[in-house]
């Protein structure tokens, strides 16, 4: 699961997994803490295999854009946030 949180004040992205069918979740923030009036909003999550992707959008810039990170690992670990821009 994928979810963003605000409750400090300040946007951030989290993934949660389970290994032993939901009885417990591994969370983890993967997307950093934003300040000022940044919003990140709907959150989306897929997997195939053990890929996983987790997309969201974020004002960082002044625009809403989409960020992208993926984990070749279940979930253990994502690689560096991508931001991509209107161009592409």
Known sequence: MAWTNNDT??????FAKSIDGGKTL???MIGAPNKGHTVDQNTEIS???SNVYVTWWTNKTG?????F???????DTF???ITLNSTG
């Open 26 to 28: 591994k969370t983890m």
């Open 9 to 14: 004040g300040h946007w951030k992205v989290f």
């Open 69 to 75: 990170r993926a984990s070749n690992d279940n979930g």
């Open 63 to 67: 625009v809403l854009l989409p960020v």
């Open 47 to 49: 997997a195939s295999g």
């Open 79 to 81: 690689a560096k946030a």
